[in-house]
């Protein structure tokens, strides 16, 4: 089974940015989207963004305009360009499919100071 490794979390202020990464122990060629999704805490995992394979794109409300989704399918990793960080941001992130199928992984935890 595939297994997810995120990385690329940290602490930034306000109006900051972050790349998270995301990496599978194998191929994500035929995972089709692939996608974010965050847990703030006290509240339930919701979709952040999502790829297709021909690079189609979707995002959620509440980031479109400041974040990025993209995927290189030769390094089995996609990743989540952040810009214009808010407080409200602040979660643990993780990657998966979209519907969910795999195995959760460790996530990246993100946090925004105001």
């Known amino acids: 089974q595939v297994q997810l490794v995120e990385s690329g979390g940290g602490l930034v202020q306000a109006g900051g940015s972050l790349r998270l990464s995301c990496t599978a122990s194998g191929s994500i060629f035929s995972i089709n989207p692939m996608a974010w999704y965050r847990q703030a805490p006290g509240k339930q995992r919701e979709f952040v963004a999502s790829i297709a394979n021909g690079g189609s794109s979707y995002y959620g409300v509440s980031v479109k305009g400041r974040f990025t989704i993209s995927r290189d399918n030769a390094k089995n990793t996609v990743y989540l360009q952040m810009n214009g960080l808010k407080p409200e941001d602040t979660g643990v992130y993780y990657c998966?499919?979209?519907?969910?199928?795999?195995?959760w992984g460790q996530g990246a935890q993100v946090t925004v100071s105001s």
């Open positions: 998966n499919s979209r519907p969910v199928f795999m195995s």
